[in-house]
């Protein structure tokens, strides 16, 4: 029997393992306590022990400056994007700069990488597996949100190597979740799979026909998910305690705090019941010096009504997404849900009118991705009976920036992965010698509002005249969407010397 491989579901909120075991039975793996996932959170208490999972989730509200969550948004991203601006607004913990222009999180004077964060979760989930698997566990695939460029899936690898797991495949997350549907059955179906969890939301068509698993098409809103949601409960408290004594609680940070927990709890009670108390005691002082309670009854219309924009919002994104799978919501045989937030019934109630037919029931949210994770895993290893394959898409285009900031598209968005192109450069100065090439992902007209992914740069070029050596160069992308290059010279066929400046 081969060594195991484990499924990581690596998510912003929470993560999840599976495996599948000898007999062919996929299994989550259990954390202390019976629970299947765990937080993905990081702390470094007052004597300055590392915690991880719920031990540092259950201090957060005492320790907020030393408690990271969401560092996986952090990954792989650089310090000066619009990202990392619109985190700051919604994190307690501060983040500065480092070195290669990527995110730092300071934490008590100490930094450390955001990638070193999600290193720390990924050896949780490994020393869990480990344990209870009774086998040390050194392998995994690891899941990715479908939009994660080429750097944020490479940063995936380095975190699980800091944490001592080599990550044998990177896999889409919504192409988990189809997995889990559909690789024990013979089903000829189109899927979309509606993924709403903390932070972000996303929609992928996938066509599943004898374990091909083929992802027409994928889209989503980096600033969209359940925290939105808690956001919008928040205002609405605020707004009628101001109404009701005249006080506004946005200045004072440790209200806020219990505001926001009570109005995520109030949120997730309403997906069961129709209405919820929400009471904080002593949530300030009034100007007589008396003692202010915040109660209130909170009803689920209004708790719709609140969000209903940013429903609206997921299915814009649905729309754009099934045309450019060449589709419309009635050829969608079914729904597959994925992350918290598409418990709350009204968006169940939203999916039913867009798409016709009610979600699915194949598949639980918070589990699908990683019991996917774990039967890729699973096909991998030469004993499986179980044999899938995966092709997938570049959720945005790659180009090369140009001398004056306009893009030379190499690769189109929702292309097929793996892809290769080829092109041919001749120099443009006598004796040059090297060809340096500037290549950004995204979606965007022009360089800087793209992803710059590095400066490669090519050296050892033959000496000549100008325009008389030829350098063809060939930009791969991998089945996990991640690039890269390689030059040789047309007339010799000697390959260049490469090196990368990462991009920032
Ligand atoms: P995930 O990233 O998939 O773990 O999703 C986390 C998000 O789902 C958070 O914003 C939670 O508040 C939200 N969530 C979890 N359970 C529920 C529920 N029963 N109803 C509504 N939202 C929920």
Redesign the pocket.
């Given at each position: 029997m081969s060594e195991t491989i484990i499924g990581v579901d690596l998510?912003?909120?929470?993560s999840c393992g599976a495996v599948v075991r000898d007999n062919g039975e996929v299994a989550l793996i259990p954390y202390r306590g019976g629970e299947f996932?765990v937080p993905s959170v990081f702390a470094i208490d007052d004597k300055g022990q590392e915690l991880v999972g719920y031990e540092a989730q259950r201090q957060w509200q005492l320790n907020p400056k030393r408690t990271v969550y969401g560092a996986k948004r952090l990954m792989g991203i650089s310090y000066g994007s619009e990202l990392v601006r619109e985190m700051q607004k919604r994190i307690t913990y501060d983040i500065a700069a480092g070195d290669a222009g990527d995110v730092e999180i300071v934490l008590q004077g100490k930094r450390l990488k955001a990638v070193e964060v999600s290193a720390r979760i990924l050896a949780k989930i490994k020393e869990v597996a480990s344990a209870h698997l009774n086998v040390p566990v050194t392998k995994a695939v690891v899941t990715v949100p479908a939009y994660f460029n080429d750097r944020q899936r490479q940063a995936v690898h380095l975190a699980g190597k800091a944490a001592g797991l080599e990550v044998v495949s990177i896999i889409n997350e919504p192409t988990a979740a189809a997995l889990a549907y559909g690789a024990k059955k013979s089903v000829n179906e189109t899927v979309a799979v509606y993924?709403?969890?903390?932070?972000?939301f996303d929609i992928s068509v996938i066509h599943i026909r004898d374990r091909v698993f083929e992802v027409r098409a994928t889209g989503g809103d980096v600033f969209l998910?359940?925290?939105d949601?808690?956001t919008a409960v928040v205002q609405y408290i605020l707004g009628d305690f101001k109404a009701q004594h005249g006080l506004d609680l946005t200045g004072d940070p440790i209200a806020m705090q219990r505001i926001r927990d009570m109005a995520?709890r109030v949120?997730?009670?309403?997906?069961?019941r129709q209405e919820a108390p929400l009471s904080i005691p002593f949530i300030t002082i009034a100007k007589s010096g008396q003692p202010l309670d915040l109660n209130m009854i909170i009803r689920r219309d209004e708790l719709e009504t609140l969000v209903s924009h940013l429903v609206d919002r997921t299915f814009d994104t649905c729309a754009k997404v099934i045309e450019d799978a060449g589709l419309t919501a009635d050829q969608i045989d079914q729904v597959l849900l994925?992350?918290?937030?598409?418990?709350?019934p009204l968006?169940q109630d939203r999916i039913a009118k867009f798409f016709g037919k009610p979600p699915s029931k194949g598949v639980h949210?918070?589990e699908a991705v990683a019991i996917g994770a774990a039967l890729f895993a699973w096909s991998l290893k030469a004993e499986s009976n179980l044999k899938v394959r995966l092709l997938d898409v570049l959720p945005m285009a790659i180009a090369i920036e140009t001398a004056n900031g306009t893009l030379h598209h190499l690769f189109e968005r929702n292309c097929a992965v793996p892809n290769q192109r080829q092109f041919t450069f001749t120099t443009h100065r006598d004796n040059q010698k090297d060809l340096v090439m500037r290549i950004c992902q995204g979606d965007k007209p022009s360089a800087q509002e793209n992803t710059h992914l590095g400066e490669f740069t090519f050296a050892g070029i033959r000496p000549g005249p100008a325009g008389a050596v030829k350098v063809e160069v060939v930009f791969d992308v991998s089945s996990e969407g991640i690039l890269s290059l390689n030059a040789k010279d047309l007339d010799t066929g000697a390959q260049m010397r490469q090196t990368v400046k990462l991009g920032t």
């Open positions: 998510g912003t909120t929470n996932t993924d709403l969890g903390g932070g972000t998910g359940g925290i949601f808690d995520e949120k997730i009670d309403l997906s069961m994925v992350g918290g937030q598409t418990r709350m968006i949210p918070d």
